[in-house]
């Protein structure tokens, strides 16, 4: 019996030997528990695979996302390592080993990272994911919880816009380097207080959308590489521990000594403060000038590249030549660090051209003039040189005080009458000075004292006052104060000369108003010669019509009839000669519709006129004095003729005919009006 137990004892023992010894079809495995199923065109992780498995290697095959796949190595329990790198996966699998430390997903196509894909691996160390389809809308922020032992991370040559979030406080490395990334912001970082490296080269990286901290909490971090990115100027707020630096591939522009203290998304940062420093690539930037001082401080500093830059030789760049010639920094790429401007210097190294011949235009004698020198002004003028222009942290300084001397000049001009010429530095001779920084390449000085020896200097703001010299001031002397002009002094013609358009113009209005005084007078004459219409006393001219309602009226002045007034008196019927016919009763009465009559009439008292209005009855009893006239006749033929030397008195019944009344007023009419004519 008891041999018996043991035998089904051994045979249970031989049988779990042979299994665990046994490797899949088409795998390799070995006695170390390493399992490979390399190049097999496998589509899913099979089955059957050692469950003591340590690590396994399935890359180069075309495995995807599966219930098969996810099944057969979450049973892999003592697996610590696998490899499934260059396969066909859309998503990270779910339901890995928790015994997991190292995860190869590289050269997949995963584009999905989901909140429990990491679920319960609590004990991986390394991820790597580069060369997927990862995007930030794909990665959930909570995809890393339980990632709680990651140090290394490495997402590069995805399509990752900004730094995600939500990643684990451990890390140590961190590889987002040839992705799409813009934006780096401080929530994305501040947590990574453990990080040693940062890897964001090969991004898009803008200036603007760097916020000053975002780099400030990593205290840790001794390799930051921002490389091929798009920033134009050293990140502000870099971390005081850095160990390596590298910037190459940008479009830095220039190296200042301090960072600047504004919070514009153009605040550019400075090598002040990285002490630590032991290696610094600024290589293949755009890179002119260092400010003075920017490289104080870089006492560890080994390696230096500053090759590949378009470097202005002039004397800005005096500082970074005696620092290269002091330092014990190695410059990389020594014959690749030439000068680009001036044109005289193109081509020649950093290290070999001499310091003296690095000048610029603005310290050279002549530089600017002055001009519109008045009683207490003058205006300074230069011109910027296009060639090598002033670096960004240069700013250009006016100079000027009082000479302390009078019968002494600057210039050796022989030709200004000065005993003295000055030599040395030029605050030397100044009693007083001031300085003030300047915008454009144009500077008026306002408030000096007229008649007055003034001398003005143009320096730069890396120069100091006391060593500016001579050559780069002028003087000049202010004028006398304007005085009011004595009444018996003479005037310049010039100064009072009218502009020759308002001559012009003057003597077209004149004309213009000499002709027409011409054409007043001459209707003032032609009005005295015969009637003016429209002015003066009434007159109604006979019309041709047999309507009442139609007239025409006609005024003249009282100077044709003097001694006489008017009085219209429209003495109007209710019938027509032509309704009533030859022999009606009421033909006088009749006639008066057709009749309008004005009496002028002359009374004896010329200071007194009297003003008559005529009736039938009385019309016949005036018609034959001298002193009436009868003026107005509205008749049926509108005939005209001279008065008759008799008159028909009356018809048959006792009336003149209408016929005979009708010729005398008409000829009475044309009287009057010929007496008008005359006068």
């Not at 909140?115 to 994911?129: F, M």
């Not at 603005?362 to 020198?373: P, Q």
């Not at 005037?491 to 011409?518: F, G, M, T, Y």
Request: with cysteine; glycine share 4%.
């Amino acid at each position: 019996m008891e041999t018996t137990f043991k035998i089904l004892i051994s045979f249970t023992l031989l049988v779990n030997i042979c299994q665990a010894s046994a490797c899949v079809r088409n795998c390799r495995c070995d006695s170390r528990n390493n399992v490979y199923c390399i190049e097999n065109s496998w589509t899913f992780v099979p089955y059957g695979i050692p469950v003591e498995t340590r690590s396994l290697n399935m890359y180069r095959n075309n495995i995807t996302n599966g219930p098969t796949t996810n099944a057969n190595l979450e049973r892999l329990i003592n697996l610590k390592k696998l490899d499934m790198h260059q396969n066909d996966l859309k998503s990270f699998p779910i339901g890995l080993p928790n015994s997991l430390e190292l995860i190869y997903f590289q050269k997949n196509d995963i584009k999905y990272i989901g909140r429990n894909s990491l679920h319960g691996l609590s004990n991986l160390n390394e991820l790597h994911l580069d060369e997927n389809n990862i995007t930030n809308k794909g990665l959930s922020s909570v995809a890393f919880k339980d990632a709680t032992r990651l140090m290394e991370l490495v997402l590069t040559n995805n399509l990752l816009t900004a730094v995600p979030e939500g990643l684990p406080v451990s890390l140590r490395v961190l590889r987002l380097d040839n992705n799409l990334v813009q934006r780096v912001t401080v929530s994305a970082l501040q947590p990574l207080t453990r990080l040693i490296r940062l890897d964001l080269s090969g991004n898009s990286i803008i200036q603007n959308f760097v916020e000053p901290s975002a780099f400030l909490g990593l205290h840790r971090l001794r390799t930051l590489d921002v490389s091929a990115n798009r920033l134009t100027q050293i990140p502000k707020g870099l971390p005081d521990n850095l160990d390596e630096l590298l910037l190459s591939k940008n479009s830095i522009e220039f190296v200042y000594s301090t960072s600047s203290d504004d919070g514009s998304p153009t605040a550019h940062g400075s090598l002040s403060g990285l002490t630590m420093l032991t290696k610094l690539d600024l290589s293949s930037n755009k890179l002119q000038s260092v400010e003075y001082g920017a490289f104080d401080g870089q006492q560890r500093l080994r390696t230096c590249e500053l090759q590949n830059n378009p470097w202005q030789c002039d004397c800005y760049l005096t500082y970074l030549k005696r620092w290269l010639s002091s330092t014990t920094t190695t410059l990389s790429s020594e014959r690749n660090t030439r000068c680009s401007t001036p044109q005289a210097f193109s081509g020649v190294t950093l290290r070999n051209i001499d310091q003296e011949v690095l000048n610029c235009d603005i310290r050279e004698a002549g530089a600017f003039r002055i001009s519109d020198v008045t009683s207490n002004s003058a205006i300074l003028s230069w011109s910027n040189s296009t060639e090598t222009p002033d670096p960004a942290f240069v700013n250009i300084r006016v100079m000027s005080g009082k000479m302390s001397c009078s019968n002494c000049s600057f210039s050796d001009d022989p030709t200004n009458g000065v005993l003295t010429v000055l030599r040395g530095a030029a605050s030397d001779w100044l009693s007083t000075y001031s300085i003030v920084n300047v915008a454009g390449n144009m500077y008026k000085i306002n408030g000096l004292e007229p008649n007055r020896h003034y001398a003005v200097c143009l320096l730069d703001s890396t120069q100091d006052p006391k060593l500016v010299t001579t050559d780069q001031c002028q003087d000049f002397w202010l004028k006398e104060p304007p005085t009011t002009s004595a009444p018996n002094s003479q005037v310049d013609p010039k100064s009072n000369k009218l502009p020759l358009w308002l001559i012009v113009l003057c003597c077209v209005l004149a004309v213009l108003l000499l002709l027409a005084l011409i054409a007043v007078v001459i209707c003032r004459r032609r009005s005295r010669e015969k009637p003016v219409l429209g002015a003066g006393n009434m007159y109604t001219a006979p019309r041709l019509t047999n309507s009442r309602h139609n007239r025409q009226e006609y005024y003249f002045p009282d100077s044709y009839l003097p001694g006489f007034t008017q009085n219209s008196a429209t003495q109007r019927s209710d019938r027509t000669y032509a309704e009533v016919g030859p022999g009606g009763n009421d033909a006088a009465i009749d006639a008066m519709r057709e009749f309008d009559v004005t009496l002028m009439v002359k009374p004896n008292d010329a200071t007194a006129p009297k003003r008559l209005h005529m009736t039938q009855d009385s019309l016949s009893s005036y018609s034959s004095r001298h002193d009436t006239i009868s003026t107005n006749q509205t008749a049926a033929d509108g005939s005209r003729g001279s008065p008759p030397p008799s008159y028909e008195p009356y018809d048959s019944i006792g009336h003149r005919s209408s016929e005979s009344m009708t010729s005398r007023l008409r000829q009475d009419t044309d009287y009057v009006y010929d007496l008008l004519l005359q006068r």
